[in-house]
């Protein structure tokens, strides 16, 4: 499945994540020699939500959440019969997530999440910096100067803003930022240029596997960080390399919800021991 194209393999058949999902998500993740895959999902049973997700990066580390897994999961499970309604939950390590699909002709297409509150507090986050909020921090890395914003979505993120996105060296910097001793535990690391206070283009490149089309956190964390600073509005649309997501950030609840789609592309067997 995906979202925007940031792909996963979704497995709805273990009781819990085996000991060996780390070797699984690298073989089965591997674009060459596997499946191909930003990461391996796994559906579980919930004794609190009407599913339960967790959700191992390509490289076999686990990610505490991830916004597009949680929009795949949530169709899989309606598309599925799972659960079978239409606002339902879905429990990952980061809390409980209240989802809200769209369905047409029997199957979900948009899925609307309440992705919580962001985390600002940077020990929370975490990020190196003794800081209530970490708001355009200076870093530098191999000899470059940037400004980053830190806010965690359960998952850590550093959002840095940048002249032109679409055309920034996310290969080049991604990586030495995401493992930037600023940051305990590393980090997805986005590059956002403001189109307009309701608009922005984001690139990223997430821990655990590299430039990916599409980061639904991620998003969420571009327009808290782009409203904090005062680049952006609160509700803004964020074009992906793989699409466009809506983000909105209540003022309301503090919580921050995003829409956009998902998608099944194929079902298959995976016969490597
Ligand atoms: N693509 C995701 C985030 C996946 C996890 C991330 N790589 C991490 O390690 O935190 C999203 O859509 O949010």
């Known amino acids: 499945m995906n979202g925007l194209g940031n792909d ?11 000991d060996y999902a780390p070797q699984m998500a690298r073989a089965m993740c591997d674009r060459h020699f596997g499946i191909g895959g930003d990461g391996l999902v796994f559906i579980l049973p919930s004794e609190k939500a009407d599913v339960r997700m967790r959700i191992i990066n390509a490289d076999g580390s686990e990610a505490e959440q991830c916004g ?5 999961v949530a169709k899989y499970a309606y598309d599925h019969k799972l659960s079978f309604r239409e ?6 390590m980061a809390g409980i997530q209240h989802v809200w699909l769209t369905i047409e002709e029997g199957k979900a297409t948009q899925v609307k999440v309440d992705m919580g509150a962001p985390i600002l507090r940077g ?3 975490p990020v190196a910096v003794n800081a209530e909020n970490v708001v355009d921090h200076p870093i530098e890395a191999d000899g470059a100067a940037f400004a980053f914003t830190g806010v965690s979505m359960g998952n ?3 959002v840095i803003f940048v002249e032109d996105a679409p055309r920034f060296e996310v290969e080049k910097w991604g990586p030495v930022l995401e493992k930037h001793s600023l940051f305990p535990n590393k980090a997805n690391v986005e590059f956002v240029s403001v189109i307009s206070p309701t608009e922005v283009e984001m690139r990223v490149w997430e821990r655990g596997c590299g430039q990916t089309y599409a980061c639904g956190t991620g998003a969420c964390a571009t327009v808290v960080a782009g409203a904090l600073t005062g680049r952006i509005e609160r509700r803004a649309l964020v074009h992906l390399k793989g699409g466009d997501l809506e ?6 609840d503090n919580r921050v919800y995003m829409t956009g789609p ?3 592309v194929f079902a298959g067997r995976w016969h490597k021991a």
């Not at 996963?8 to 085996?18: D, G, T």
């Not at 597009?68 to 795949?72: H, I, T």
């Open 68 to 72: 597009n897994a949680v929009r795949c």
């Open 247 to 252: 983000i909105e950030w209540s003022e309301t």
């Open 8 to 18: 996963f393999i979704i497995v709805a058949h273990f009781e819990s994540v085996p």
């Open 156 to 158: 850590p993120h550093a």
């Open 123 to 125: 020990e929370a986050i």
């Open 87 to 92: 606002a339902l939950t879905v429990e990952t």
């Open 262 to 264: 998902a998608e099944e």
